[in-house]
């Protein structure tokens, strides 16, 4: 049987478990590629870190560079911008295939990559880069090939995913819910990367690229975060029907893309309405295919790992074989959509007086900007200052990005205070 | 750009869709597969019935053999076991690739098919024969090929999911709602290969050949269908927290497989409980990925020609770079685990009359048989013949397949009449 050779760099919680894996499910593993996978080296940043009994101490080593010299392949799994991006281009360019989960490197950096890898005509693969374990890459890159993609709408942050589901179910507002998932892991000391959209923004790039056969890179996806959403607001959404959940979503309309990360009301039948947890889903509309939805756990090492490794084999296999993996394929010239032309609803939550006159003046800016209202909510708060106030909710119907935007700046003039503005999921 | 010629076999539902997708698509799918895809033949069987116009009159032709002769890639959608098995046969033996939608032939014939595409170095792909649109053999193939597959579950018959659906939600009886799946055309005038679950367990024969890397045949796969599902049966498990779906259920235990299909009571907090209608979905649990699901149209000619398309794109990509597709790997050892080996848990609903002693040897008999009782539920019947009757439904706890089987029988002996048994997922 011949024999593939492996470098991985990094031997955190996703290299260890890749490293683990190897090992034990050598025979399968090798049965599937064709080929023996055989570890060269193992790239770390300090020799003298404990680790699992599993990683043989003779193949670390701190030189990178050195570790990847003249392997098959080259696992990538350090993490961050640099040094995995020079390194990636070093692989690339020597003509080693590459694995990598790195996310943040290929939503800042991937036409570069690709660039590479087809100068070299080496191999890039990613599936571990977005939504862990779930093969979505796989999916948009293969199974659809031969369809047209419209839509992807996707949970892909787990850690958001959870701190809503909190708020959900346990009324927390968000900082109660960021503290309890600090505490037990879900999400890191400083939360930022997560909670404010920065990590599913890159997925969606990657997503969105992969789907419509363009380049779009993270810093081109408008991102809104989900610090600002309370438990009132989770309230409201459901006693309409709703569930609050950040969203991934790219769209393809005739003459452009949309893609944006924002918290969104979801129907609660939607099937995303009840991904709960750290789990992650990715619903996939295409013409003939329809939905599809892919569902399962977005990180953790062990389901990460197996991302890496289904790619490891589809790399080692190509190896033997001869043949190429799929190219990356930019060859749509379809640009993004400018605000003005991509339509959608809102859920809008506007502290007012409740005296004569204030909801026809909200009633007024909406209509002059041609938003029709879907329905109305209005609830009485404390009064202040002897003046009664009242919370009111309004769900427009579809109209373009540019007018709702356009009409929030406008309320502002008003003697109001706007508590939230949501988007709505679906456009009827 | 290089040429890969095809011959279409069948325009049926699904294969005009395929004809029409392969012209309106042409230049995505060229962009793509990196060749022309080139129509030179479509097989039917009579040249009169009328086609859609995108059907070039000129390609047709009731000579299947002459179609497919020196084509590179064969699309064969005609379904049955004969003649498309012959025909299979002889492309695989010619050396064109095969890509199949045609789950019976697989589930009957895959071993054949298997060594004659090993014999001629040819082809074989299917991802259309499983759930339709959904991409799960890709998935077990591809994406999970460096992992270890411990269970499938799936709904894999939308049929089926549509009438229980509909005796869940409007209370019918499984006649009215078979009834309704006809006239909507989603069951078929005859609809035993469905509702008997012959069509699930050709999927569950490939599935589990896939995932455990050995040969299941339809034939090996114990089935139970959906006629004996009540109403009442329903009513009982929903107040009990389950929903009864008809389940296509593969696992790996370290001695052997077991495969079946069978209704079973799904906690309703399963990802499996909110598949409604006439939608397919499959858990796939492996040992590093965890629990994965993936959900999409499971019929149709859209959705099935979206699945075919796909492995057209990748067979003619594979022609075109000199690689080969996966080969189909049965190197494990593994075998059926006979039912003594296998656990689970039952729902058993009862008849008796309503009078001291009963319940107590009903309880004695499944004590007898080492099976524990989770709880149990009591509720009056109507009096027959003076005598004051009840239904009694007992979940036990987890025991062997044949343990239950004889508490089972053993029941039979006594003065009660067993209305239903069912499999409960889960084992805790």
């Keep these: 049987m011949p024999e593939v050779s492996l470098a991985v760099l990094g031997a955190g919680t996703v290299g260890s478990q890749v490293l683990r894996l190897l090992g034990q499910r050598a025979d399968d593993l090798a ?4 080929a023996q996978l055989v570890v060269k080296a193992v790239a770390v940043r300090n020799l003298a870190t404990p680790r699992p009994d599993f990683i043989d101490p003779a193949l670390l080593t701190t030189d990178a560079r050195a570790a990847m010299a003249g392997v098959d392949i080259v696992v990538e799994l350090i993490g961050g911008i640099e040094p995995a991006r020079s390194l990636v281009l070093a692989a690339l360019a020597q003509g080693s295939t590459v694995v990598t989960g790195n996310k943040a490197l290929l939503a800042a950096h991937g036409p570069e990559l690709y660039e590479a890898a087809a100068a070299s005509g080496a191999d890039l693969y990613y599936e571990a ?3 862990g374990a779930v093969p979505v890459v796989y999916a948009i890159r293969e199974s659809l090939a031969g369809d047209r993609i419209t839509k992807i709408l996707g949970i892909v942050n787990g850690t958001t995913n959870y701190i809503l589901d909190e708020m959900t179910t346990k009324g927390l507002d968000f900082q109660e819910a960021l503290a309890t998932a600090q505490q037990l892991g879900y999400a890191e000391a400083d939360p930022t990367a997560d909670v404010d959209g920065h990590d599913a923004a890159a997925k969606a790039a990657i997503l969105s690229s992969l789907a419509f056969h363009t380049r779009v890179a993270s810093k081109d996806v408008p991102v809104t975060g989900i610090r600002h959403i309370t438990a009132a607001d989770i309230a409201q959404a459901r006693a309409d029907g709703y569930v609050i959940k950040l969203l991934a979503s790219a769209e393809r309309h005739a003459d452009g893309y949309d893609v944006r990360v924002e918290p969104r009301l979801v129907p609660l039948v939607h099937p995303l309405a009840s991904v709960s947890g750290a789990f992650n889903a990715v619903v996939v509309e295409s013409e003939a295919a329809g939905r599809l939805m892919f569902y399962g756990q977005g990180a953790g090492g062990a389901p990460t790992a197996s991302a890496v490794l289904g790619d490891v084999v589809a790399a080692a296999s190509h190896k033997v074989r001869g043949g190429n993996a799929p190219a990356e394929l930019a060859y749509a010239d379809l640009a993004a959509l400018p605000p003005s032309r991509v339509r959608a609803r809102r859920c809008l939550t506007i502290e007012l007086c409740d005296q004569p006159g204030q909801l026809a003046a909200v009633a007024n800016i909406l209509a002059g900007h041609d938003i029709s209202i879907d329905r109305v ?41 706007i508590i939230n503005v949501l988007t709505v999921e679906g456009n009827d």
């Design 31 to 34: 049965a599937r590629a064709g």
């Design 377 to 417: 909510h209005q609830r009485p708060l404390a009064a202040q200052e002897g003046q009664p106030r009242a919370a009111v909710t309004i769900m427009t119907k579809a109209a373009t990005r540019a007018a709702l935007d356009a009409a929030v700046t406008e309320l502002g003039s008003l003697a109001v205070r």
């Design 129 to 131: 880069a977005v939504a």
